[in-house]
């Protein structure tokens, strides 16, 4: 570790880097900066040299250098959801792995004007492109100015006209939940919902009333949730008291988890009396008793995804790729069983 004259250790510099590396402190900076024109044995050197000393590059040196941050902007959701930490935590290993650092603007709400505002501290960051990592219910011209000025990905199925959507298909998501129950011989399918104004819970109410449409089936009135394992737990007691009732969709599982509580506390047994079906397959979903069936929704290939089509725009600022859509998997397990008198169609 270099010193200070007066015996204070202080950090490595990009001349000790070069002095261990046996190069100008000129080649390091171009090893660092990503240079084209620079031999692999060379970079090697300094590479190593780097790792010896424990070199930390200045960031807003780098920037200032070079023009480039090699920073990627998310905007996501004050939030203790699942999902949303699961997505920025896939976002946060494919960006890495590509020589970026994250940051992160949180807004506590989905209005256009904290929207608004996540996206402007991201631009005045020096951001190189954003991931709108929640539900842009409605857009504003200064949003659009926003996502046009730097490059920018939305993960939730919305878009402005200068984004570019990755999106997981949620409407198949419920589709592949209500068709498993209605598979097992029951007659229809309850549903208890996401917010209204989350895109992802309007597609998955779509995909459940379609299903059950198609295959002629009567279409239960949804019940409202809010993502938590609290407003599952109270439709569930509302559930548990419907006679009728056999088989369940419910909107993520943190919900079903409440669900299921409820069921158990009024005595309807899971799956002999209800068969219960959520979404996201978090960790939990497997340990749960009994283990939840629901669909899982892959969220690290799904940050992985957004950074890399990201990085693809901000090389190529012209070029505008059709929406990617990732597709949800059913994992069956133990909150689902053939109705009662009936069994698998």
């Known amino acids: 570790m270099a010193k200070q004259k007066a015996g204070v250790e202080r950090p490595p510099g990009m001349a000790d880097v070069a002095r261990v590396a046996g190069v100008s402190a000129q080649t390091v900076s171009r090893v660092l900066s990503d240079h084209p024109n620079v031999q692999d044995k060379t970079r090697a ?51 890495q792995a590509a020589g970026y650092t994250v940051s992160t603007a949180t807004t506590t709400s989905l209005d256009t004007s904290a929207i608004e505002g996540a996206l402007s501290r991201l631009a005045d960051q020096g951001a190189e492109g954003i991931i709108l990592s929640v539900p842009l219910i409605h857009t504003s011209p200064r949003i659009e100015q926003l996502t046009r000025a730097t490059p920018t990905i939305t993960i939730d199925g919305s878009r402005t006209d200068a984004t570019e959507v990755v999106a997981i298909d949620q409407t198949l998501a419920a ?52 993502w938590s394992p609290g407003s599952g737990y109270r439709n569930g007691l509302i559930l548990a008291r419907i006679p009728d009732v056999t088989a369940v969709f419910v909107a993520s599982d943190e919900m079903a988890f409440g669900v299921i509580r409820a069921l158990h506390e009024l005595g309807r047994r899971v799956p002999e009396d209800i068969s219960v079906v959520g979404v996201d397959d978090i960790e939990l979903a497997e340990y749960c008793s009994p283990s939840l069936t629901t669909v899982a929704q892959p969220f690290a290939r799904m940050g992985a995804l957004a950074v890399a089509h990201l990085l693809r725009l901000i090389a190529e600022p012209g070029a505008m790729p059709e929406p990617a859509s990732v597709e949800p998997q059913l994992v069956a397990r133990a909150s689902t069983a053939p109705a009662k008198g009936g069994g698998a169609a």
């Open 45 to 95: 050197k300094v590479l190593a040299a780097v790792d010896q000393l424990g070199y930390r590059r200045n960031n807003a040196a780098r920037m200032l250098s070079s023009g480039r941050s090699r920073t990627i902007g998310v905007v996501t959701l004050q939030t203790n959801f699942y999902s949303r930490a699961a997505v920025t935590s896939g976002i946060e290993h494919a960006a």
């Open 175 to 226: 589709r592949l939940a209500t068709q498993h129950l209605l598979d097992l011989g029951h007659d229809t399918v309850w549903h208890v919902a996401g917010p209204e104004e989350w895109l992802e819970a309007a597609a998955r109410r779509e995909g459940w009333r379609s299903t059950l449409e198609e295959a002629g089936r009567p279409v239960p009135p949804p019940l409202e949730g809010d």
